[in-house]
């Protein structure tokens, strides 16, 4: 992997829920190389936290009430104030269009939030060292040869 070991890879969570904020941050700072430095509740603060704490990894959910992840993520690649963060989307449920257009977007990653705990931190560590995650697994590039993986999470 091509992040440093000796520094934790720094993360921010951004869901509507609460208590789901809550566990994720728990089970994310029971592992060793892993920060979480801050939580938002909606789109707009997960852009204005990624922006100021400038984190590695913004675990983003697809739909929040006032400002959805969709949102959130085409303010965070566009124009002067492009901010360079790695985003992993964080989803109940998805439609295949609304995962490609986050691809499209910048999103380097997709996970369902009824994986395993070990499935997302595989996708963190696999987006960490330059690759996408969506759906099960790791893909080398956002190519149209990867629709099965895409299909993979209907």
Known sequence: ???KKSQPV?????????????????????????KVLG???DGAEAVRLA???KPDILLLDLSMPKHPGLEALRELGSGANATPVRVILLTAAAEKSQIVEALQLGARGVVLKDS???LLLKAIHTVMSGEYWVGR???SNRSEEHTSELQSLR
């Open 1 to 3: 992997m091509s992040f």
């Open 10 to 34: 720094r993360i921010v969570i951004a869901d509507d829920h609460p208590i789901f904020r809550d566990g994720l941050r728990r089970l994310l700072e029971a592992e060793p190389d892993l």
């Open 39 to 41: 939580e938002a509740s």
């Open 51 to 53: 922006r100021q704490l």
């Open 116 to 118: 395993a705990t070990q």
């Open 137 to 139: 697994e790791s893909v």
